[in-house]
C-alpha cells in the first residue's frame, strides 16, 4: 500500500508545474447546446458544461500479492468543489438551474469533467433574443508555488450564451384550439414547434403523430363538410373530434396523407347544425413540420377538378426578333369552393419545366428565354389538390434573321440602297421554290415595290459567301404564297470569276417584286445586297402581270411588251370549272382576251364552279339529309346534317356540340385526279380561339374563326388517295357566336374507275294498244335520255319517274 500511496504522490506531483502561476479556472469550455441555438417555449433542454483538464488519469505497474505485473489505472480530479449553475431572466422572472457531474440523469458519467442538467424554458407569446448567465465556481488545485507544494485557489469563471427562445403556436394546447368563423373557408398555418400534449389522442391511430395544433369550427347548418390539407407542406394527419377535454374527445373522421401518391389528408362527414367540432392538425412523424393549408367547405366535394390555364400575350402564332419572351396568362379554378392553383408550370418545346410561384395566378407573367426557330411555349396549372390541368400552348418563331421567311420579307424602301443579313440561322422552307436552279439551304428574302416602269439592278457584292439570287411576283396579290409565285430572274454568279450574283430586269408600275438570297449548296455568311432602281424613256416598255383564283390557268402568267403591241391572254378552267370574267386593268368577260398595251396591265381570271342544266357538279351537296353519299367518317361529338344553317338547298353538314379543349372532325378518305375542290363554309365562333380548320393528307390548308358568313372556297387538290378533313376546335375556355362551324356544296374531282364502254340497247315490249315497257341496258353510273316521236321529226323527251 505504502509503494501505491508513494506513486500516486508521485504521479499527481509530476502533472504538476515545479512553479505554476497561471490564471487559476477553466479555458475552452464548451456549453451545449452552442450560443445562438433555437430554444422552444415550454420544452425541456438538457444543458452540459464540459470542463477541459477537469482530471487527468494515470496508470500504475506493481505486483501484487500472487506475484503478478498489474496496470492499475486511477483518475486524480485537478479541481474541487466545483459548482456550475446556467442562470437566466425572463418576463421578469429569474431561474437558476445546476448542472452536476454526479452520474445521475441527465448527468451519463461520474467525474467526467462533463455537468449535465434539464433547462426547462418558460411559456411565451414572441420570439425572444436571451442571455444565459454559465457560471463555473470552485478549487484550482494546479497552482504551485516556489518549492512545487499545491496551493488551492478558488475560482470564479463567469461568461454569457445567446439563445432565440421561439413560442409554440398559440393553439398547441387543445384548451386554446382556435375558432374558426362562419364563412372562412382558407386557413394557412404552421405546426412548427408544436408539440403533443398529455392525454392527446393518436390521431387517426398513428402511434407516430407529433406536433399537433388545434382549430374548432361550428357548423351553421345541418350539411355534409369538406375539410382537407390539400397544399400542407409535410406528411399530415388530420382529425375531427368533439368534446370538452382532450382526454375526453370523440372521434367524428380522421385521415392521414398518402405517402406513395402524395396526396393530403381529407374527411367528408355530416356535420350537425350548433355543434362544435375539435379539428387536429399534426405531423404524421415528429420530422412532420412546416405549413398548413387548411380547408373547411361546407357542402364541398373532393377536388377533382383541374385547373384552366390560357396564355394570353403574345398571341397564338407569333413572331419575335429577340430571344427574350415574356409570357403572360390566367389560370383558375373552376369553382371558387376548389383548392385553389399552386403553381403554373411553363415549358418551351422539349426542355426542362419552369415553375411560375405567384400570389395572384389569374394574371401571371413569366420571362424566358427561346432558341432561334420555332418555340413550341406550353402553359398548365396544378391546384393544391395535385389535379393538372390541360396544357394551352403558343407558337413562337424567333427569327434571326428576321427576314427568314418569306410572310416576313424585308421591304426595301426608295429606289436604291443597301441591305444586310447574317444568313448563318436562316433556314428554307417548304414549297420554297429551287432558287437559281440550286436546292440552297439559307435563304433570306426581301420585297421592293417599284414606283413606276423602268430597269432593276440587284447585286449581292460584297458578300462573304457563294450567293445564288431569285426574283419572283406573285400570282396571289391580296395573300401572297410561295406557292404563288412566278420567277421574273435569277443568277448564280455574275460572271466566271466571282462568287457573287447580280440581275438587271424590267420592272413596272406598282408591282411588287419578291427577292431570294440563298447561299450555293447551303453555304451561309455575311450578305450585302444592293439595289438601284433606274427609269426608263416614257413609254418604252409595260409590263403585264396575271393571276387567276383556284378552278383554272392563265397563259401567259407575266410579261414585258414594248408600247403599242398587241397582247392575247387565255384563260383555261379545270374540269367541272368555267371562266367568270377579267378583272384590274380591264374589265371584261372575252377568253381569250386581245388587247393593245400601252402601260402596265394587271389583270385576275376568275372561275367557279361549273352550274349545268339548272343543276351544279356538286360531289356532295348533303340533299340526302345524311352523311352516306360519300364514305364520311366522324368521331364522337360527331358531325351531323341539319336545316337550321344552310348555303343552299335544305340541308349542310354541321360540326358536333363541343365543350372546351375538344375537337370535332369530320374526315373524308377518297382516290381523286388532280385538279381545284371547293365548298362552301360557315363559322360562328370565339374569334381567334375557337376555329374551323381544313386540311388535305394532315396539313392544315386554311382555318376561320369568329363570324363568317357562307362563303366559298376553293382549294388545289393533288392526284391520288388523300384525305380531307374539317376540324372544329375550342380552347380552354370561353366562346363565342353560335359556337358551332358548318360546311356545304363540297366539290372535289374524284377520280371514277375505268371501265369498259358499253353501247346501250333499247328493248320494246308491247303490253296494249298504246303501252309498252321499254328496257335499257346500258353503261354503269352513265345518264341516259330518252325521247320518243310519232313522226322521227319531232321528238319529245319520255317521262321516267
Keep these: 500500500m505504502k509503494r501505491i500511496a508513494c506513486s500516486l504522490i508521485l504521479l499527481f506531483c509530476s502533472i504538476l508545474n515545479t512553479h505554476s502561476q497561471h490564471v487559476p479556472g477553466f479555458t475552452n469550455i464548451i456549453v451545449t447546446p452552442a450560443t445562438n441555438v433555437i430554444l422552444v417555449s415550454e420544452s425541456t433542454n438538457l444543458f452540459t458544461v464540459k470542463l477541459p483538464g477537469y482530471s487527468v488519469t494515470n496508470e500504475v505497474v506493481e505486483t501484487d500479492d500472487q506475484g503478478n505485473t498489474v496496470t492499475n489505472r486511477i483518475s486524480v480530479l485537478l479541481y474541487s468543489n466545483v459548482l456550475v449553475t446556467v442562470s437566466f431572466t425572463l418576463m421578469q422572472s429569474n431561474y437558476n438551474v445546476s448542472l452536476f457531474d454526479g452520474g445521475f440523469p441527465p448527468d451519463k458519467q461520474k467525474d467526467d469533467g462533463v455537468f449535465s442538467g434539464n433547462v426547462i424554458i418558460p411559456e411565451i407569446r414572441q420570439w425572444t433574443y436571451q442571455q444565459f448567465r454559465i457560471l463555473i465556481a470552485g478549487i484550482d488545485l494546479t497552482i504551485t508555488n516556489a518549492t512545487g507544494d499545491v496551493v488551492p485557489t478558488s475560482f470564479t469563471n463567469v461568461f454569457v450564451n445567446n439563445y432565440v427562445i421561439v413560442p409554440r403556436p398559440e393553439n398547441d394546447k387543445f384548451k386554446n384550439a382556435l375558432k374558426v368563423s362562419p364563412g372562412t373557408f382558407l386557413i394557412t398555418a404552421t405546426n412548427n414547434y408544436a408539440s403533443i400534449e398529455p392525454g392527446e389522442p393518436r390521431h387517426a391511430k398513428v402511434s407516430s403523430v407529433d406536433a399537433s395544433v388545434w382549430w374548432m369550427w ?106 427574350i419572351l415574356t409570357i403572360v396568362g390566367t389560370a383558375k379554378e373552376p369553382l371558387p369552393t376548389d383548392s385553389g392553383v399552386s403553381n403554373v408550370t411553363i415549358r418551351v418545346n422539349n426542355g426542362p419545366e419552369n415553375y411560375l410561384l405567384s400570389d395572384n395566378y389569374e394574371s401571371w407573367s413569366m420571362t424566358l428565354f427561346i432558341q432561334p426557330g420555332t418555340n413550341l411555349i406550353q402553359a398548365y396549372a396544378v391546384d393544391y389538390a395535385g389535379n393538372q390541368g390541360k396544357a394551352d400552348f403558343i407558337v413562337v418563331r424567333y427569327l434571326d434573321p428576321i427576314n427568314d421567311y418569306f410572310a416576313n420579307a424585308q421591304i426595301l424602301s426608295g429606289v436604291a440602297g443597301i441591305a444586310y443579313a447574317n444568313t448563318e440561322r436562316a433556314t428554307v ?280 358568313g357562307w362563303t366559298n372556297f376553293m382549294f388545289s387538290v393533288p392526284g391520288g388517295t388523300n384525305k380531307f378533313e374539317w376540324r372544329y376546335s375550342k380552347d380552354a375556355s370561353f366562346s363565342g357566336g353560335l359556337d358551332t362551324a358548318c360546311i356545304d356544296n363540297l366539290f372535289l374531282p374524284i377520280k371514277v374507275a375505268t371501265v369498259q364502254v358499253v353501247a346501250p340497247t333499247i328493248k320494246i315490249n308491247w303490253v296494249k294498244t298504246g303501252q309498252a315497257i321499254i328496257t335499257l341496258n346500258g353503261q354503269p353510273g352513265m345518264n341516259y335520255l330518252l325521247e320518243a316521236s310519232s313522226d322521227l321529226l319531232l321528238w319529245l323527251p319520255l317521262d321516267t319517274k
Design 218 to 323: 361550428t357548423s351553421p347548418v345541418t350539411t355534409n363538410v369538406l375539410i382537407d390539407l390539400a397544399g400542407t407542406s409535410f406528411n399530415s394527419v388530420l382529425a375531427v373530434y368533439t368534446g370538452v377535454s382532450v382526454t375526453q374527445l370523440v372521434e367524428i373522421a380522421s385521415a392521414k396523407s398518402d405517402t406513395a401518391s402524395g396526396k393530403a389528408p381529407y374527411v367528408n362527414f355530416a356535420a350537425q347544425s350548433g355543434v362544435t367540432y375539435k379539428i387536429a392538425v399534426s405531423g404524421l412523424t415528429s420530422n412532420d413540420v412546416g405549413n398548413i393549408r387548411l380547408r373547411i367547405i361546407p357542402g364541398g366535394t373532393l377536388d377533382t377538378r383541374a385547373p384552366l390555364v390560357s396564355i394570353i400575350s403574345p398571341d397564338r402564332e407569333t413572331i419575335t426578333t429577340t430571344n
Design 429 to 708: 422552307e417548304p414549297y420554297e421554290p429551287y432558287h437559281a436552279g440550286n436546292s440552297g439551304g439559307r435563304s433570306v428574302w426581301y420585297k421592293w415595290t417599284s414606283p413606276g416602269s423602268g430597269t432593276l439592278q440587284l447585286t449581292t457584292e460584297g458578300s462573304n459567301f457563294d450567293t445564288i439570287l431569285a426574283v419572283y411576283v406573285s400570282t396571289n396579290q391580296l395573300t401572297p404564297l410561295l406557292t404563288d409565285l412566278v420567277e421574273v430572274v435569277s443568277n448564280d454568279d455574275a460572271d466566271s470569276t466571282v462568287k457573287t450574283s447580280s440581275v438587271l430586269f424590267n420592272v413596272t408600275t406598282n408591282t411588287t417584286y419578291y427577292i431570294a438570297v440563298d447561299g450555293y449548296g447551303g453555304s451561309y455568311g455575311f450578305l450585302q445586297l444592293q439595289y438601284v432602281y433606274v427609269p426608263p424613256e416614257a413609254g418604252q416598255y409595260y409590263t403585264l402581270v396575271v393571276s387567276n383564283t383556284a378552278g383554272g390557268s392563265v397563259t401567259p402568267a407575266y410579261g414585258t411588251y414594248k408600247a403599242g403591241a398587241r397582247v392575247t391572254i387565255t384563260a383555261t378552267p379545270d374540269k367541272y370549272f368555267e371562266f367568270v370574267s377579267w378583272s384590274g386593268s380591264i374589265n371584261s368577260g372575252n377568253n381569250p382576251l386581245t388587247f393593245t398595251i400601252n402601260q402596265d396591265v394587271t389583270l385576275l381570271a376568275t372561275f367557279r364552279l361549273a352550274i349545268r342544266g339548272g343543276d351544279t357538279n356538286m360531289t356532295d351537296d348533303f340533299e340526302t339529309g345524311d352523311l352516306k353519299k360519300l364514305a364520311w367518317s366522324t368521331q364522337s361529338p360527331q358531325w351531323f346534317v341539319q336545316t337550321n344553317i344552310k348555303s343552299s338547298g335544305l340541308f349542310s353538314a354541321r360540326a358536333g356540340k363541343i365543350t372546351d379543349n375538344q375537337v370535332t372532325t369530320l374526315t373524308l378518305i377518297t382516290n381523286t385526279s388532280e385538279g381545284t375542290g371547293a365548298f362552301d363554309l360557315y363559322v360562328s365562333s370565339e374569334e381567334n380561339w375557337d376555329y374551323l380548320e381544313f386540311l388535305i393528307n394532315g396539313k392544315l390548308v386554311a382555318r376561320w374563326s369568329g363570324e363568317v
